[in-house]
């Protein structure tokens, strides 16, 4: 089946620098993307998501940047801090289909104070 | 408000034996979804149950299975366990908001196969 995967595993970054994380996407239906943030021994949690209408969504501190003809899609932090460090999922869900979402492998972001 | 909740946070099986993971979705939410994680791997999806009903299966062997009772919490049961069935099993329960469907997810329970 067609699945979601992340460009980089591992992001390492200073305590107050921007960090972008990367993903991409090979199903051209999907039209509903997800971020989740999981940390150590937690379950995974929602941060921000955008519809396929859309090319960009801000929320606190957070955007998120979908191109869709690249099939790609991003996540950028700003300022980030020391307890933004996490395993960053991103999942794609298409409309009219299971509605099961398809998630990626994860990129570690590590944050340095 | 209450989050997605499981039991129990952690479990020690034996191979052969059984497990049951119990999960309670947020108020209001009728979906209920489980997947499995396994060490350093992303999220497999397990299970899909609405309104009381199976509406959709992962790729997983007949020995996990579940169910969702009349208030919408769920149980999911892995028989004759073995040792690749060690994981962090997740459950998330979702609301259905403007033709989009979040989902939210419990803590998880790790479970350990010896």
């Known amino acids: 089946g067609e699945s979601v995967g992340l460009h980089l595993p591992t992001l390492s970054v200073q305590e107050g620098d921007n960090s972008i994380i990367n993903c991409a996407y090979s199903?051209?239906?999907?039209?509903?993307f997800i971020w989740y943030k999981q940390e150590s021994g937690k379950g995974p949690q929602f941060i921000i998501d955008?519809?396929?209408?859309?090319d960009k969504r801000q929320g606190q501190r957070v955007t998120v940047l979908l191109n869709k003809t690249v099939k790609h899609l991003s996540l950028q932090i700003a300022a980030t801090q020391p307890g933004d460090s996490a395993v960053y999922f991103c999942?794609?869900?298409?409309?009219?289909?299971?509605?099961?979402?398809?998630f990626g492998r994860g990129t570690s972001l590590i944050v340095h104070p | 408000e209450a989050g997605v909740t499981q039991s129990p946070t952690h479990l020690i099986k034996t191979r052969g034996q059984q497990a049951t993971l119990r999960c309670s979705p947020i108020?209001?939410?009728?979906?209920v979804y489980w997947y499995q994680q396994a060490l350093g791997l992303g999220l497999q999806f397990l299970l899909w149950?609405?309104?009381?009903?199976?509406?959709n299966r992962g790729n997983f062997p007949p020995r996990f299975s579940g169910r969702q009772f009349p208030n919408y919490s769920s149980e999911l049961n892995v028989n004759a366990l073995e040792l690749e069935d060690s994981a962090l099993y997740l459950c998330?329960?979702?609301?259905?908001?403007?033709?989009?469907?979040?989902?939210?997810f419990g803590p998880g329970t790790r479970l350990l196969v010896l």
């Open positions: 999942a794609e869900m298409a409309r009219g289909g299971s509605y099961i979402p398809t």
């Open positions: 108020s209001g939410h009728t979906s």
């Open positions: 998330a329960s979702s609301l259905w908001d403007r033709g989009k469907e979040t989902q939210y």
């Open positions: 199903n051209s239906a999907s039209d509903y």
């Open positions: 955008i519809r396929s209408n859309m």
């Open positions: 149950y609405d309104e009381g009903e199976e509406r």
